[in-house]
């Protein structure tokens, strides 16, 4: 099904499904329950835009490990500013920054070996 789609749309919808699985795993932290729906909505988009990156990188070059590179800094540099963001009085800084950046890692692996380039013209 992924080889159907095209890069970026790979990298689109591969983040959003990991984003939303990983801001669901806020539901392990009790002090982050009241804040669910905020957090899967921002965590959704974070995995988007990581996918669109890696996605757009993959239609223009194609190497597995940088695109883990590019996957991987695009998932830090989406999520850095929401890990920065005490919750309740309490950061949650590597919690936040290890998924994000395993996202964007993944994503940017998927991005490079699943779905189509552009046609050559």
């Known amino acids: 099904m992924l080889n159907n789609l095209n890069k970026p749309l790979v990298g689109i919808v591969l983040g ?3 984003g939303l699985f990983d801001g669901s795993t806020a539901m392990l932290y009790p002090d982050s329950r009241p804040l ?3 957090i899967l909505i921002g965590s959704t988009f974070k995995g988007l835009f990581t996918g669109l990156v890696a996605g757009f990188f993959a239609r223009k070059f ?3 490990p940088i695109g883990i590179l590019i996957g991987l ?3 830090m540099a989406f999520t850095y500013p929401i ?3 005490p919750v309740n009085g309490k950061s949650y800084f590597l919690e936040i920054m290890i998924p994000g950046s395993i996202l964007g890692a993944v994503v940017g692996f998927a991005t490079q070996r699943f779905g189509k380039s552009p046609a050559i013209s």
């Open 62 to 64: 194609q190497s597995i």
């Open 73 to 75: 800094l695009a998932g």
């Open 16 to 18: 959003a499904i990991l």
């Open 83 to 85: 890990a920065i963001e």
């Open 36 to 38: 669910i729906v905020s």
